[in-house]
Each structure stands twice: as C-alpha cells, then as structure tokens.
T-cell receptor, first 117, second 114 residues
Framework: DAGVIQSPRHEVTEMGQEVTLRCKPI?????LFWYRQTMMRGLELLIY????????DSGMPEDRFSAKMPNASFSTLKIQPSEPRDSAVYFC???????????????FGPGTRLTVL | AQSVTQLDSHVSVSEGTPVLLRCNYS??????LFWYVQHPNKGLQLLLK??????LVKGINGFEAEFKKSETSFHLTKPSAHMSDAAEYFC????????????FGGGTRLMVKP
C-alpha cells in the first residue's frame, strides 16, 4: 500500500489567496483526520470524518477553513482567504475505526508545508 | 477526559547510552496509548501502542514502553541510542467514546550526541 498520500508537499501563496490541500487515505480505511502542526501550538486536530461524514470539526479555526470528503478515497482542506498565520504543516491521517474496540492506529501522510506570505 | 503530559520538551543523550522519554496520562477509562515518532520534515510514524494486553510493549527500532497504571505512566525507553533516533516523539492517548480521535502530548525532542 502506498500509505496516506497528500498533495502538494509544499505550497507557497500570498495572503488572500485560496489554498486547497488534498489527501488520499489508505484504501479500506473509514476514518480520516486533518491536523495542523506549528511550533507554537504543536499538533492540533482540525476535523475528523467517519465514513465520509464530518464527525467533529471543533478544531477548525474559523470560517475561512472548510473540509470535504466527497468519497472514501479523497478529502480536501480549503483555506479561503489565506492569512500568514495559517502557515503550518498540515497532516492528513487515516484509520480503520472498529466500533467498541479502542486503540485503532492512525497512519499519517507526509504533510503539506504551507507558507502564506 | 483523556490527556497526556510529556515531562521533558528536550532530551539529550550520547550515542550508545539509554533513552528515557517520560509520559504521564490522565484517563477516565482504561486507555489506549501510543508513541509516535516524527523525523525532521517527515510525517508521524507509529512506534508502538498499548491496548490493554501486555503492559510491556515492544515497538520498532528497539524501543519499548511500559504501561504502569499505578503511576499513570507510559514511558518510552531504548537501551542504546543511535544517531538515527534523533527526532521528535509524541505520546498519544486514544479518546474513548470519541470515535477514533487521539490526544497528543506536546512532544519531546530527542537529540543524540556522537
């Protein structure tokens, strides 16, 4: 398996522009997570999907952020308009949720390093 | 609610000496616990996980961790550090009754001196 695939790996954009980050989870996984990592705040969960449905988006910073999962093999995280404080590494992770059993491993993609100038 | 505290933000060891990265957890339930490693400019990789089976868990690259309920700890150890172990390590607790969500500790940066 190729693992979790994210694109692009690096993105540099100007303030005010729209940014779209993409993620392909591991085939067969039914849970997908978007995280943001910064020096100041560490690793933060932004949003979590189960069976393509957003379950918890309480970590999404504000309305400028939106995430979709149109099917089991693709998700996007969009920032519109982008701001310099959005600069971070964004990770996507996927797992197979087993109801009633804890400890399902999340597999992380390589991340997208976003720089907003 | 579940939470994890990594007691050291930075740990420095010499190559060939033991590694100890400390983690304490707080959980209302019997937790599932993980250690992940992140090498520079890379994603997170699972080192090992505890899910209420054996309390001593062996992971990849010679790492192991022991779940101690009485101390609410899940410290990560390795007998002999290698230069390639230099990375950031995250202790993570699985949030039961919250789907498959994880709570991450603040991370410990391990430096290995030659």
């Amino acid at each position: 398996d190729a693992g979790v695939i994210q694109s692009p790996r690096h993105e540099v954009t100007e303030m005010g522009q729209e940014v779209t980050l993409r993620c392909k989870p591991i085939s067969g996984h039914n849970s997908l997570f978007w995280y943001r990592q910064t020096m100041m705040r560490g690793l933060e969960l932004l949003i979590y999907f189960n069976n393509n449905v957003p379950i918890d988006d309480s970590g999404m910073p504000e309305d400028r952020f939106s995430a979709k999962m149109p099917n089991a093999s693709f998700s996007t995280l969009k920032i519109q308009p982008s701001e310099p404080r959005d600069s971070a590494v964004y990770f996507c992770a996927s797992s197979l949720l087993s109801i009633g059993r804890g400890g399902d491993t999340q597999y992380f993609g390589p991340g997208t390093r976003l720089t907003v100038l | 609610a579940q939470s994890v505290t990594q007691l050291d933000s930075h740990v420095s060891v010499s190559e060939g000496t033991p590694v100890l990265l400390r983690c304490n957890y707080s959980s209302s339930y019997s937790p599932s616990l993980f250690w992940y490693v992140q090498h520079p400019n890379k994603g997170l990789q699972l080192l090992l996980k505890y899910t209420s089976a054996a309390t001593l868990v062996k992971g990849i690259n010679g790492f192991e961790a022991e779940f101690k309920k009485s101390e609410t700890s899940f410290h990560l150890t390795k007998p002999s550090a290698h230069m390639s172990d230099a990375a950031e390590y995250f202790c993570v607790v699985h949030r039961r009754n919250a789907g498959n969500m994880l709570t991450f500790g603040g991370g410990t940066r391990l430096m290995v001196k030659p």
